[in-house]
C-alpha cells in the first residue's frame, strides 16, 4: 500500500509530504527521504520485541502494568523523563504525573530552556517557517549544524521562491563552518559564509547593535569579522524588507549562552523601529516542542515542573531531570521514548521503568520494558511544528499488536489513581 502526503515525525520540520511503501513489513520512503527519516525509518523494522520484560524476561502485559503500578505507588519521588513522543504521549505522561506526584522533564530540557529563560525575561519576536519561505528577503543562519539536525530545512523553506518577493532571497550563514564542509545546496551566488566559532556568536551580534544605533566601534576584529565587515552587514539589514535569524539553542552549548540569546532577540528588536525582523528558533528534534507545548497548555507552566505538591510547580533549575538523577533527588525514573530506538533511559541507579520503542537499545536493563508503538508508523498521533503554531497528524502506516505510549501510560495512571 502507498501513503501519500504523510508527516515525518524524526525532526522538528514536521514535512508533510513523505509518501511512503508499507509493503510485508517493509517501510520504503518512495518521496520526502532524508537522512534522518531514513534512520527513523529503518530502526522501525528492527522491532526485537513486542512483549514487556522485567529486568530482561518476558513477562505478560498485565504483570508488567502491576509492577509499574506497584513501584509507581512506593516511590516518594518519582521523575517521568525522557518523552521523546508524540503529543498525546505527553498528555497521558502529564496526567500520570499528576496522578503520582512525579516530576516531568524533556530529555533535551536544557537547550529548550535556553530558548525559553530569554522568552521568559525579555519576551522576542519570532516568526513561522511559513513567513520565512513566503517573505523573509534575507536569512541569517547561525551556527552549523542546521542540515544535520532538519536535513530538509534547506530544501522546504529556504530553497522555494518567496511568494511575495521579487529579488532573490540573500542567504547569510553565520557559524564554525571552520574545518566543516559547507553542504552543497548552501553553496551558491546569493549565501555569503561568515566563519565564527559560536563561542563568538555574541561579539558579531554586539559589534551589529552598536553600528546600528551609529555608535563608534573601539576595536577592529568582532568574531572574526572586521569593522567594515560588521557595517555591510548591518547595512544589508537595514536595507532588508524582512530579515529572519535562525538558531538552534543546541548549538550554543557554553556557560550562559541564554545570554546571547537575549543579546540577537534584542537585535531583532532594534531593527523592528525602521524595518521588519524577526527569529525562528529552530528545534523539535525528539519531540521537545510537543512535550514542552503540551505542558503549557495543560498546566500553565513549562516543563521541569513538579506535581509533588499537589499542583503544578516549575523550577527551571530544581526541577532539572539531569541535576535530580546526578544529585539522587529521584528515587524512581520512568522514562518514555516511542520515536527512537537509540535514546533510552540514562545510566542510573534508581530503579527504572521504561516505556519505549521496540527496540531500544539499553545501557542498562531497566527493572520494567514496555515495547509500544512508534507514532506516525505504528499508530496515530500529533505532531507540533518546531515554529509552535501548529500540530500536524500523524499517519498510522502499519498492522502492529503494540500498543501506544499514550495507551500504556492511561492504564498506568488508571491502575495508580
Ligand atoms: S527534515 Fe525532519 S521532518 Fe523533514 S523528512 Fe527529514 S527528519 Fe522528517
Same mark, same amino acid.
Given at each position: 500500500?502507498?501513503?501519500?502526503?504523510?508527516?515525518?515525525?524524526?525532526?522538528?520540520?514536521?514535512?508533510?509530504?513523505?509518501?511512503?511503501?508499507?509493503?510485508?513489513?517493509?517501510?520504503?520512503?518512495?518521496?520526502?527521504?532524508?537522512?534522518?527519516?531514513?534512520?527513523?525509518?529503518?530502526?522501525? @523494522?528492527?522491532?526485537? %520485541?513486542?512483549?514487556?520484560?522485567?529486568?530482561?524476561?518476558?513477562?505478560?502485559?498485565?504483570?508488567?502494568?502491576?509492577?509499574?503500578?506497584?513501584?509507581?505507588?512506593?516511590?516518594?519521588?518519582?521523575?517521568?523523563?525522557?518523552?521523546?513522543?508524540?503529543?498525546?504521549?505527553?498528555?497521558?505522561?502529564?496526567?500520570?504525573?499528576?496522578?503520582?506526584?512525579?516530576?516531568?522533564?524533556?530529555?533535551?530540557?536544557?537547550?529548550?530552556? &535556553?530558548? %525559553?529563560?530569554?522568552?521568559?525575561?525579555?519576551?522576542?519576536? %519570532?516568526?513561522? @517557517?511559513?513567513?520565512?519561505?513566503?517573505?523573509?528577503?534575507?536569512?541569517?543562519?547561525?551556527?552549523?549544524?542546521?542540515?544535520?539536525?532538519?536535513?530538509?530545512?534547506?530544501?522546504?523553506?529556504?530553497?522555494?521562491?518567496?511568494?511575495? &518577493?521579487?529579488?532573490?532571497?540573500?542567504?547569510?550563514?553565520?557559524?564554525?563552518?571552520?574545518?566543516?564542509?559547507?553542504?552543497?545546496? @548552501?553553496?551558491?551566488?546569493?549565501?555569503?559564509?561568515i566563519k565564527t566559532p559560536m563561542e563568538s556568536v555574541a561579539e558579531v551580534i554586539a559589534a551589529l547593535r552598536a553600528t546600528l544605533a551609529e555608535r563608534v566601534l573601539d576595536n577592529n576584529q568582532f568574531g572574526g569579522m572586521n569593522s567594515s565587515a560588521i557595517q555591510e552587514l548591518a547595512f544589508q539589514?537595514?536595507?532588508?524588507?524582512?530579515?529572519?535569524?535562525?538558531?538552534?539553542?543546541?548549538?550554543?552549548?557554553?556557560?550562559?549562552?541564554?545570554?546571547?540569546?537575549?543579546?540577537l532577540v534584542e537585535l531583532i528588536k532594534d531593527l523592528n523601529t525602521t524595518t521588519r525582523s524577526s527569529g525562528l528558533p529552530l528545534g523539535g528534534s525528539n519531540g521537545s516542542i510537543s512535550a514542552n507545548q503540551v505542558c503549557t497548555w495543560q498546566s500553565g507552566i513549562p516543563l521541569r515542573s513538579s506535581?509533588?505538591?499537589?499542583?503544578?510547580?516549575?523550577?527551571?533549575?530544581?526541577?532539572?531531570?539531569?541535576?535530580?538523577?546526578?544529585?539522587?533527588?529521584?528515587?524512581?525514573?520512568?522514562?518514555?521514548?516511542?520515536?527512537?530506538?537509540?535514546?533510552?533511559?540514562?545510566?542510573?541507579?534508581?530503579?527504572?521503568?521504561?516505556?519505549?520503542?521496540?527496540?531500544?537499545?539499553?545501557?542498562?536493563?531497566?527493572?520494567?520494558?514496555?515495547?509500544?508503538?512508534?507514532?506516525?508508523?505504528?499508530?496515530?498521533?500529533?505532531?507540533?511544528?518546531?515554529?509552535?503554531?501548529?500540530?500536524?497528524?500523524?499517519?498510522?502506516?502499519?498492522? %502492529?499488536?503494540?500498543?501506544?505510549?499514550?495507551?500504556?501510560?492511561?492504564?498506568?495512571?488508571?491502575?495508580?489513581?
Amino acid at each position: 500500500m502507498t501513503f501519500k502526503n504523510i508527516t515525518c515525525p524524526f525532526c522538528g520540520l514536521a514535512c508533510d509530504d513523505l509518501t511512503v511503501s508499507a509493503k510485508q513489513n517493509k517501510l520504503d520512503i518512495l518521496a520526502g527521504q532524508c537522512t534522518l527519516n531514513r534512520a527513523g525509518f529503518n530502526q522501525a @523494522l528492527w522491532e526485537k %520485541t513486542s512483549t514487556a520484560m522485567m529486568q530482561g524476561k518476558e513477562i505478560a502485559h498485565a504483570t508488567a502494568i502491576d509492577k509499574a503500578a506497584s513501584l509507581l505507588k512506593k516511590s516518594e519521588a518519582p521523575l517521568i523523563g525522557g518523552l521523546i513522543t508524540d503529543v498525546n504521549g505527553v498528555r497521558t505522561a502529564m496526567a500520570l504525573a499528576d496522578a503520582c506526584g512525579a516530576v516531568i522533564d524533556h530529555q533535551d530540557s536544557q537547550a529548550i530552556f &535556553r530558548n %525559553t529563560r530569554v522568552l521568559q525575561d525579555t519576551g522576542w519576536m %519570532t516568526t513561522t @517557517l511559513t513567513e520565512v519561505r513566503n517573505r523573509a528577503d534575507l536569512v541569517i543562519m547561525i551556527g552549523s549544524q542546521v542540515l544535520d539536525d532538519y536535513p530538509r530545512f534547506f530544501e522546504r523553506i529556504i530553497q522555494p521562491k518567496p511568494q511575495f &518577493r521579487k529579488k532573490p532571497r540573500q542567504i547569510i550563514l553565520l557559524g564554525s563552518w571552520d574545518g566543516r564542509k559547507i553542504p552543497a545546496e @548552501l553553496k551558491g551566488d546569493n549565501t555569503t559564509v561568515i566563519k565564527t566559532p559560536m563561542e563568538s556568536v555574541a561579539e558579531v551580534i554586539a559589534a551589529l547593535r552598536a553600528t546600528l544605533a551609529e555608535r563608534v566601534l573601539d576595536n577592529n576584529q568582532f568574531g572574526g569579522m572586521n569593522s567594515s565587515a560588521i557595517q555591510e552587514l548591518a547595512f544589508q539589514l537595514k536595507e532588508s524588507q524582512y530579515s529572519v535569524f535562525t538558531w538552534s539553542a543546541k548549538e550554543f552549548d557554553m556557560p550562559h549562552s541564554e545570554l546571547v540569546i537575549e543579546q540577537l532577540v534584542e537585535l531583532i528588536k532594534d531593527l523592528n523601529t525602521t524595518t521588519r525582523s524577526s527569529g525562528l528558533p529552530l528545534g523539535g528534534s525528539n519531540g521537545s516542542i510537543s512535550a514542552n507545548q503540551v505542558c503549557t497548555w495543560q498546566s500553565g507552566i513549562p516543563l521541569r515542573s513538579s506535581f509533588a505538591q499537589g499542583q503544578p510547580q516549575h523550577d527551571a533549575l530544581l526541577f532539572d531531570s539531569q541535576r535530580l538523577l546526578k544529585n539522587a533527588e529521584a528515587d524512581l525514573l520512568l522514562w518514555v521514548s516511542s520515536l527512537r530506538s537509540d535514546q533510552p533511559p540514562p545510566d542510573t541507579d534508581i530503579p527504572t521503568i521504561a516505556i519505549g520503542h521496540p527496540a531500544t537499545q539499553f545501557k542498562r536493563l531497566p527493572e520494567i520494558f514496555i515495547p509500544v508503538g512508534i507514532p506516525g508508523i505504528d499508530h496515530t498521533g500529533h505532531t507540533f511544528r518546531m515554529d509552535g503554531v501548529v500540530t500536524l497528524p500523524l499517519h498510522k502506516l502499519r498492522e %502492529t499488536s503494540l500498543l501506544s505510549a499514550a495507551d500504556v501510560l492511561s492504564q498506568l495512571t488508571a491502575r495508580i489513581s
